[in-house]
């Protein structure tokens, strides 16, 4: 009696989390919104074009997946080596390495077409006339769900985040760019500015649906026994496990700044890192570097949130984003 | 490409900082071939965060061998690891070596713990009726493959930099006299070694079957990151999914960077 009894129990607990709605919503004032049937992402540069883990994890589970920065150009990147490893995450200098719009458009976007999962196509300009011009080839194609604007690689540009520094700069491209799309717009900021608020602002105001952050944060590693940088670059974008309280701090910052949802990106590793990310105000979160170590990491996230959303009593994963902010008296309650 | 978890059934040094880790894989292990890798997570923390691309040393039935020398804190870990503990690994992944079958005559040139694959594929070579030279070069004679752990057949040459065992020098100077002999030459090791036997077969033995297994740094094994390209006379390709094993005359050596 008692097992059948516990059966039942189980369920009904398991209907509960079924009935856990994990969608969201980006873009709500485009010409087609993106719907997110759960809100994490694969973050770009870390995900190729998703055919690549296409092959070993089911890639149609993620709420969306954004490629790799894309160039009007082909790029051949930087020399080697690329990547180095630091305590708790990794520095990487790609030099944006990519195919190039043209054959995006031609080669993977039929691909992304036969997808459930939405692909968002991230864009990083060498001029800033670049991004309206890629915004326009990839309107209305099928298979592109969004788009991200990279405004903030800290590779490729001499001197580092030159737009993604200025706010003025970051609202012209982003307006320049919402006048050649009806996709809907994500804008990633850098966290290496001095004005993180006022570049959102900025943003917002040219009419971004949604804005991203942080990409990686500049950073250097020295081989000892040689003397020299051991990127051959010299220096090269911090990921990882190592910048998760930075990004949370300015999505905490952020995401009270702007009404547009907030994407929170960095040193995802586990659904806890998920959730403190949406406390934080986040309505949805990427996983990057931590996709490299363990490859099931968003689609681990994906399978907890219903239960983190039930255990606290809500019915859409909505409800957690900005629980951590000052004004909410759930956070003031002891 | 898949996703395993071995379970370690051996582990011997053999060498000093050098174990012999034996894995459980199941049936993969009898599709693995030496060039090919496993990635291995080292640990379940953040620090070492990347999995550790490892050699297929050798294959037997569903085991596969990984040769690992201590050098950083991922492959201390490896060599720390006890019979009955559990390794999460993805693979095997890459390209391996493709034994040449009209060759009767094979030279293998490795540099450092590079010798691993080679040992693999050179017993494969002796199986199929070939006469095997390997030839490996050390630092010092500490640090150079036990001969007495290869087969009773195998040609063994021996260079050290500070000639504390065999020939004085690069191994690629040692092996000079057996280009022309070999039908087909395999290299694998620190990019020095791979490059030094790229340039020599160039001049002197143009067009002689020739594959090398380059180490390149990576991060995802699956060819999404693109840590670890290699330029190649065209394009370039990707040593974790391409590679790591390419044709010889395919890499453009002039625009690596030592």
Known sequence: MSGVASLGAQDAYEGALSSVDLSVEIGVNAKVPLILKNPVMAASGTFGYGVEYAKLIDVQRFGAIVSK???????????????VETPAGMLNAIGLQNVGVRRVIKEMAPIWAQWDVPVVVNIAGETAGDYARMAADLDGVPGVSGLELNISCPNVWEGGQVVGEDAAAAGAITHDVRAH?????????????????GVARAAEAAGADAISLINTLVGMKIDTRTARPALAHGTGGLSGPAIHPIAVWLVYLVSQEVNVPVVGIGGVASPDDA??????????????????????????????????????????????VGLAHPADPAVAAP | MSRILAMVVGNKEIMPATHVVRLRVGPIGGQASPGQFLHIRCGDGHDPLLRRPMSVYRTEGDVIEILVRTMGKGSAWLNDRRIGDELDCLGPQGRGFRLDPMARHLLFVGGGHGVAPLIGLAEQALAKGSSVTLAVGASTASLVFPAGLLPAQVEYLVATDDGSAGYRGMVTDLVEDWLGWADAIYGYGQTPTVEALADKMQRRVP????????????????????????????????????????????????????
């Open chain 1, 275 to 320: 959730v403190e990310f949406m406390l934080a105000g986040a309505s949805a979160v990427q996983v990057g570097t931590s996709t490299f170590v363990e490859p099931n990491t968003a689609i681990e996230i994906i399978d907890r949130l219903p239960e983190v959303v039930r255990s606290r009593g809500y019915q859409s994963v909505r409800n957690l």
């Open chain 1, 69 to 83: 920065s894309i160039t009007v150009h082909a790029n051949r990147g930087h020399r080697g080596p690329r990547i």
């Open chain 2, 207 to 258: 067009r002689k079957p020739g594959q090398v297994a380059l180490e390149e740094r990576m991060a995802c094994s699956t060819g999404a990151c693109l840590s670890c390209m290699v330029e190649m006379r065209r394009g370039q390709l990707r040593a974790c999914v391409d590679g790591p094993v390419f044709d010889i005359y395919q890499v453009a050596w002039d625009q690596r960077t030592a």
């Open chain 1, 181 to 197: 799309t009806g996709l809907p717009v994500i804008v990633k900021l850098s966290p290496g500015v001095a004005d993180i608020r």
